[in-house]
């Protein structure tokens, strides 16, 4: 019988140290641009595998590490700040498409680096979802001109931010009609 348990005790103890692996590796570095770059990989590949909780968890602690840094940071890790703050926003709003964190998510990315076109599209989708469709395409529009001015050009950035403006366009009746039933309860 005892034995029996002990085996128990031994796989659910493998299975922790399975699950905490990534995150385990992740906090061996000294160094903390190579950490939160490993933190934001760890987290992509959850959100790709479908795991979105588990994903929201890691990049919060990506947030949590890019937020102890100081403001006289290097330009790098303004951008990969920028970067973590709008995956974090980009992960809530799968799980909660109207979470209110998502756009002051999306403004504290602008505020680490106002040169990121990844975080003005999400706050443009932000502000789509909550039906300011004006101040949604101010901000793609916004993304694209830096997408364009970047070296190289960014043009993944500008397809994506281009199918949101379409997605934006082709759903602006229906979010209206979801923000005029939640606004008449």
């Known amino acids: 019988m005892m034995k029996w348990i002990a085996i128990a005790v031994c796989a659910l103890f493998l299975l922790a140290l399975w699950n905490a692996w990534p995150l385990l590796y992740a906090w061996t570095i000294g160094d903390k641009v190579e950490r939160v770059l ?3 990989r760890i987290g992509s590949r959850y959100l790709s595998r479908g795991n979105v909780k588990r994903a929201e968890a890691v990049f919060k602690m990506a947030v949590g590490e890019c ?8 330009p790098e890790m303004k951008r990969l700040a920028s970067d973590v703050n709008a995956s974090y926003a980009l992960v809530i709003g799968k799980s909660e498409p109207l979470h209110p964190a998502i756009g002051l998510l999306a403004r504290g990315a602008i505020a680490r680096d106002p040169s990121n076109p990844f975080a003005h599209e999400i706050l443009g989708m932000d502000l789509g979802v909550h039906n300011d469709s004006v101040g949604a395409m101010a901000e793609f529009n916004e993304g694209i001109r830096l997408a364009r001015e970047a070296e190289p050009v960014d043009s993944e950035a500008i397809y994506r931010i281009n199918k949101q403006i379409l ?9 209206a ?3 005029r039933t939640a606004a008449s309860e």
């Open 67 to 74: 937020w102890e840094s100081q403001p006289s940071d290097t």
């Open 177 to 179: 009609s979801v923000h």
């Open 167 to 175: 997605w934006i366009e082709e759903n602006a009746a229906k979010i």
């Open 38 to 40: 490993r933190l934001q």
